[in-house]
């Protein structure tokens, strides 16, 4: 019977990428092992992830939490163990060699966090901007055309002609980011793309891909360490040991004497397993280890740490 309507709703949903409304990425119960000499190494535990369209998402997360793994399916470079993945209706688990180079050309841009892994040191920005567009088979003055309107949106119009040595870090990655976007893909992935730069480059390349993601209209997954990016949008998305945990919902807010304020409010993951991770720092104060009590509460379901074994092995309260 769980079978069964897991994979009812696997089909609803992948159904609902093909809807013009759908969201631009979807991954629902996502799995990733690794296994190398009779080993395994489960990277992605049952994640689930909703992007709609047209959103700009931080995705953040410790080091071995899955985020370059997701990262490495959804760009097309890496194929699903289990579970459904799909960015803008391309189911990534059932794609061929052919459809997924078109994938990777035309439906999804990626940024890296050294500018270098996107950029060639003998062209210059312009031409750095056209190249994908070539590839891609556009036309040779609509790709004239379209590189001075990406550098332009995104505010390096006067580096059309330098070459990457002759650019700061910060001016090579927004160019690094005009060739990303050069396609006028779908969907943006950026890794780290502010973690090698000083806060007032980060900030000028974040306000690129915000842009990108307005004037475009690029739904955009930034993965980001840096506390300063993630709190410059509206829903930041945590990753913990291969599941998404925490969400962080922002708004805007009038206050009482006018003024208008930013209002953040956390979030733990709720999954279609009824599975929910709490935050380490309430578990942590509370000695919740191993298993906890619940109670069902008219309006709320209660979560209490157990207590210590008495004597007779019962439980203490």
């Keep these: 019977m769980t079978t069964t309507t897991t994979t009812a709703t696997s089909r609803r949903r992948r159904r609902d990428t093909d809807r013009p409304d ?32 047209g959103e700009l998402v931080a995705l953040v997360g410790a080091s071995g939490s899955g985020k370059s793994t997701l990262l490495g399916i959804l760009s097309g470079l890496d194929t699903p163990s289990a ?3 799909t960015v803008a209706g391309h189911d990534l688990g059932s794609m061929a060699g052919r459809e997924r180079l078109e994938y990777r050309r035309r439906t999804v841009g990626f940024l890296f966090q050294q500018a270098a892994a996107n950029l060639l040191p003998y062209l210059t920005a312009a031409e750095n901007v056209e190249l994908p567009m070539l590839l891609g088979g556009v036309r040779r003055r609509e790709r004239a055309s379209r590189a001075r309107q990406t550098l332009e949106v995104l505010g390096i119009a006067d580096c059309a002609d330098r070459r990457p040595g002759q650019l700061s870090g910060g001016q090579q990655q927004r160019v690094a980011l005009g060739v990303a976007v050069a396609n006028r893909p779908r969907v943006l992935l950026a890794d780290e793309p502010t973690g090698e730069l000083d806060s007032r480059s980060s900030d000028e390349v974040f306000e690129a891909i915000r842009r990108a993601n307005t004037e475009f209209g690029t739904t955009v997954l930034v993965v980001t360490h840096d506390v300063l990016v993630s709190e410059q949008v509206a829903r930041t998305v945590g990753i913990r040991d291969g599941r ?39 578990t942590t104060s509370l000695a919740m280890r191993d298993r906890v009590r619940l109670g069902l509460e008219p309006d709320h379901i209660g979560v209490w740490p157990t207590g210590r074994p008495d004597e007779d092995g019962q439980e203490q309260r």
Excluded: H, M, W
Aim: overall charge negative; hydrophobic content about 45%.
């Design 244 to 282: 998404t945990s925490t969400e962080v919902l922002r708004r805007d807010e009038v206050g009482a004497d006018g003024a208008v304020g930013r209002v953040a409010e956390e979030y733990a993951v709720l999954d279609r397993a009824g599975r929910l991770q709490l935050p380490k720092a309430f």
């Design 22 to 53: 759908g969201p631009d990425i979807l991954c629902d119960n996502l799995v990733r092992i690794f296994r190398a000499e009779g080993l395994e190494v489960v990277a992605l535990q049952g994640l689930d992830l909703e992007v709609r369209r």
């Design 83 to 85: 579970g459904l993945a």
